[in-house]
């Protein structure tokens, strides 16, 4: 249930922003919840850091990358890292985890950007940020959020952006956990 929400809300924001192309990376097939206008990808490699690689070279290796787990992001922010990413440009916004959220990237070679860095943990970020750098780019910062990965995630999330499907599903968990006696 949370998924789905955060799903629906981060692909609105998408969708409503001014990138010229959409794509989904997705595993399975897309159902009636996907957009028009997103072309959907396979995701593919062994790893986070190889789907990623893929992920960019399907999509053509320009272009800004997020993940589902960030629903509180508009549209008006998506267009603004986008006029950022050029060549010899990145841009890189952090995780309150420590890891990213958003990767902005043009005619970098996948592979060279996301191999080796560690995944899901405290310092994906910041050694995703070398990586860049030791790549030549200068990589420009976008403001920090949180993605969801924990229940204390979902509150923080579900409070910054209370007009959200992903807010709605929280207010609802809560209810049935305090239904159920659990909270």
Not at 3 to 28: F, K, N
Not at 48 to 65: E, P, T
Not at 134 to 154: E, K, N, Q
């Amino acid at each position: 249930m949370v998924a789905t929400a955060a799903l629906a809300d981060t692909l609105d924001a998408v969708a409503a922003c001014g990138a010229p192309r959409r794509i989904l990376a997705l595993e399975g097939a897309p159902g009636a919840w996907l957009p028009p206008g997103f072309e959907v990808v396979p995701q593919r490699g062994d790893g986070l850091a190889a789907r990623l690689a893929c992920a960019w070279g399907d999509a053509g290796g320009w272009g800004i990358q997020i993940g589902m787990d960030t629903p509180q992001v508009c549209p008006a922010e998506l267009d603004r890292l986008l006029g950022v990413v050029a060549p010899g440009r990145a841009v890189l916004g952090p995780a309150v985890d420590g890891g990213w959220w958003v990767i902005g990237l043009a005619g970098v070679d996948p592979t060279a950007a996301f191999e080796g860095v560690p995944m899901s943990t405290p310092v994906t970020g910041a050694v995703q940020r070398r990586r860049l750098r030791a790549l030549g780019l200068v990589v420009h910062g976008a403001p920090t959020h949180r993605d969801i990965d924990t229940v204390a995630d979902l509150a923080a999330v579900a409070s910054a952006a209370p007009r959200t499907r992903t807010a709605a599903a929280a207010a609802s968990l809560d209810l049935e956990l305090r239904t159920e006696g659990v909270a």
